[in-house]
Structure formats: C-alpha cells, structure tokens
C-alpha cells in the first residue's frame, strides 16, 4: 500500500492501542513504513504476538503490554503521543451475548480510560474503531450516520456508548475525536481460529481443509465487505484533515457494495480454486440463523468521501483475491 497518497507526516508519534490484532497490526505496520514512530498497547486477549512479530525490530516500535481496563497504562501509553488510533476492543456480537459484562468492561470502561488519558495527554486527536452494528434495527439502506436504530447486542450498545462518550469528551474537553464505524473488515492478519473468527478467514480455513463451511440462515444476509487497505486509509485520513468540519463526528468505513452470505461462498470457492481445484467441489452447508445479527448491511460512504477525501480502493473481488492469497501463503 503506497503510503505517500496519504501525506501523513513521519514525524509523528502515533499509539495504537489493539495493535497486535488484525486491524491494528495492519495499521502498525504502515505507519511504520510511512517512517512514523509506533507505540502499540496490547494485552494479547485477542492480539496474536505473531502479527507484531516482524515489526520488533524496528527502532521506532515499541510494545506495551498492558491492559486499556487500567487506567495507569493508558497514561503511560499516552506519553509523548501526537495520535491516537483506538483499535482496542472485545469484538463479536455472540461473545457479548455470552458474556456481556467483559465486553462491556473492556469496550465501555477500557474506552472511558483512553479517553481520559488521551485528554490528560493532550492528544492532537483520538481516531477510534466505531461499528456498523450501531445501526441495529434500522431498516434504512443504505445505512446513513445519523439515522441508526435500536441496538440488537450487547456488544452494539458498547460501540454506541463509546459514540456518546466521545462526542462528551469534545464537548466537554475540547478532545478531537473521529469515529470510524467498521463495516465486516477483512484482510491479511484476520484469525481463521478460535469461536468468535469472522466468516471469511473462517470460511477459507474450512474450504482449504475441504471442509463444509456452515452459513448461518439461508444465505441471504448481506454485508458491505470491507478490505484493510480500505480501512487503513480512513484512519491515516482521519488524522491528516484539517478541515474542522470532518472531525468531532462519525463516518461508515466501507466499500459501499453489499455481497450476501451465498455470493462469498461462491466467490471463495472460485478464487481458493485456483490453487487447489478440488475445493471447487466443496458445498456450504446451511444452519439456524445467529441471535442479534443484522440482516442486511449497507453503508452510504458518501459522507467520508465529501468530508475526508476517502475513496476506497478495494471491492470485495479485487480484495478477497488478496486475502485468499495470504491466507494460502501463510496457512497451508
């Protein structure tokens, strides 16, 4: 990804907390290659020491290993810091209805200490990981900033309340906040493993393994795809604006395309083929419809793209091909 279309300054010193997860390490990675020095927080709950494994023994990346639950972490992670790029959460609507106190302690009070840390710091600005899921029931498509509906999860009020908390902290404290809600990101990095693993690392595990990948319901759910290199570019964009009117809000993070559940599947078994012809052969099998899913998602990008310049590189083709070929350098 060709970092100087962004004009981010390497002179600054950036802290991303979650930077050992999937998006987190992404956006490690480039801002170290934009010559940018790294502070990444992690507490490894979800972050994989494998993604910042190559990252070490840059000069300018430092790791600490801490929990954002502690407010005497976030402090020092804060420290000298220009930007922050708050990636740090417990994803998943099932794990949140499994166990929506932890959600709610790492998502809601995790989120209030960076902020006040952030704020006690004096941050230039604090750009943070939002979530489609906020729109819960609203049936408008495509879903537009400021008409969301009733949330459907634990885990959607958290990404809700961290919305609210911000625009507080702007309000209040002068904080510049930029909220960036995440539509199903996918991309190098994402972890195929593990209970909460989002459908398409998932699902290419198991067509690799020429296993039946379960889809949940008929296949009819949609969802805006949205590549990494997609996401990594509203984040630098959200920290090099200068146009006062683009900051202190929220944006949909997306392709503006919506591919359902059958269309992946179909889409995987093409790209995953060309390796391996056999998984050609391999049927999704069909199971009950997930509680508190959303069934369909749409984002309007028209509101990042007016304010910040975004424009997004990557469909769901021109990515899965990327991802699929990651994923078979790097799994088989």
Known sequence: MNSTSFDLDPSYHILVTGGAGFIGSNL??????N???????DNFATGKRENIA???????????????????????ACKDVDYVLHQAALGSVPR?????????????????????????????????????STYGDSKNMPKIEDIIGKPLSPYAITKYVNELYADIFNNTYGLETV????????????????AYAAVIPKFVLQLMEHTSPVINGDGS???????IDNVIQMNIKAIVTD???????????????????????ALLKEFLSEFDAKIADVN?????????????????IDKAKKLLGYDPQFDIQKGLKQAVRWYWENLK
């Open 28 to 33: 490690c990675e480039f801002l170290l290659n």
């Open 35 to 41: 010559g940018n020095s790294v502070t990444c927080l």
């Open 54 to 76: 190559p990252l070490s023994s840059n000069s300018r990346f430092s790791l600490i290993e801490g929990d954002i639950r502690d407010l005497d972490t976030c402090q020092q």
């Open 96 to 132: 949140s209805i499994n166990d929506p106190i932890t959600s709610n302690d790492v998502n809601v009070s995790g989120f209030l200490n960076m902020l006040v840390a952030a704020r006690d710091a004096k941050v230039k600005r604090f750009v943070y990981a939002a979530s489609s």
């Open 179 to 194: 909220g960036l809600r995440y539509f199903n990101v996918f991309g190098r990095k994402q972890d195929p493993n593990g």
């Open 221 to 227: 759910f949609s969802r805006d795809f949205t590549y």
């Open 243 to 265: 146009n006062k009117e683009a900051v202190n809000t929220v944006y949909n993070v997306a392709f503006g395309e919506r591919t359902d559940l059958n269309q992946l599947v």
């Open 284 to 300: 999704a099998k069909y199971g009950p419809t997930r509680q508190g899913d959303v069934p369909h998602s749409l984002a309007s």
